[in-house]
């Protein structure tokens, strides 16, 4: 059988998965980068359209972007990309997330993926940061995210933290957690 968009964009319940990141989110994170050399590497967003935040930011700061979404008949768990990349860089729908890390991980590039908190809550994440810590990195806002869905943009925060995981980048640092910008206090 045939599935629709929204039954393939959807979790287990019918909810919609489509909720996007702020152009601000979007910004503190492409300022961070723009602290290290990745100019020069093609970054790929495997769940973002041409008007995605990610998208517009890495855009509008020179870097080389590859863009993909589900809406295009490019479904991640479906998906194989016809392009080299370097570095995957996106907000994955939060449900779903064991399929997507699994596939994430297969391709062995290193990534930014953004994440809640409840990201602790799945067994099979957990697993895979204690197997291989070595690898990751998280950097986080200074404080909980707003998120844009069904069109309108939440400023305000949301009742759970986000952060962004690294997997195979900033390892030549000491820290294992590193704040996106300055904190306020």
Same mark, same amino acid.
Request: proline content about 4%.
């Given at each position: 059988?045939?599935? #629709?968009?929204?039954?393939?964009?959807?979790?287990?319940? &019918?909810?919609?998965? %489509? @909720?996007?990141?702020?152009?601000?989110?979007?910004?503190?994170?492409?300022? *961070?980068?723009?602290?290290? +050399?990745?100019?020069?590497?093609?970054?790929?967003?495997? *769940?973002? !359209? %041409?008007?995605?935040?990610? @998208?517009?930011?890495?855009? %509008?700061?020179?870097?080389? @972007?590859?863009?993909?979404?589900?809406? #295009?008949?490019?479904?991640?768990?479906?998906?194989? $990309?016809?392009?080299? =990349?370097?570095?995957?860089?996106?907000? $994955? /729908?939060?449900?779903?997330? !064991?399929?997507?890390?699994?596939?994430?991980?297969?391709?062995?590039? $290193?990534?930014?993926?953004?994440? /809640?908190?409840? =990201?602790?809550?799945?067994?099979?994440?957990?697993?895979?940061?204690?197997?291989?810590? +070595?690898?990751?990195? *998280?950097?986080?806002?200074?404080?909980?995210?707003?998120?844009?869905?069904? &069109? @309108?943009?939440?400023?305000?925060? !949301?009742?759970?933290?986000?952060?962004?995981?690294?997997?195979?980048?900033?390892?030549?640092?000491?820290? =294992?957690? %590193?704040?996106?910008?300055?904190?306020?206090?």
């Amino acid at each position: 059988m045939l599935k #629709t968009y929204k039954q393939m964009n959807s979790d287990n319940k &019918g909810k919609s998965n %489509e @909720v996007y990141t702020r152009k601000i989110e979007a910004d503190k994170l492409i300022k *961070f980068l723009n602290k290290y +050399n990745f100019k020069n590497k093609i970054i790929w967003c495997p *769940f973002d !359209t %041409e008007k995605s935040n990610i @998208v517009l930011s890495l855009k %509008e700061n020179n870097y080389k @972007v590859i863009y993909t979404h589900i809406s #295009t008949g490019q479904d991640f768990l479906n998906y194989n $990309p016809d392009f080299n =990349f370097d570095i995957m860089i996106s907000n $994955p /729908p939060f449900s779903k997330r !064991t399929k997507f890390f699994n596939k994430i991980n297969n391709y062995n590039k $290193p990534y930014i993926m953004l994440q /809640p908190i409840m =990201f602790f809550n799945n067994n099979s994440m957990i697993k895979e940061l204690i197997k291989n810590s +070595n690898k990751y990195r *998280f950097l986080m806002p200074n404080n909980r995210m707003g998120f844009i869905k069904n &069109g @309108v943009n939440y400023d305000k925060t !949301t009742s759970f933290y986000s952060f962004w995981l690294c997997k195979d980048l900033f390892l030549d640092k000491n820290t =294992f957690i %590193e704040l996106l910008e300055e904190w306020i206090w």
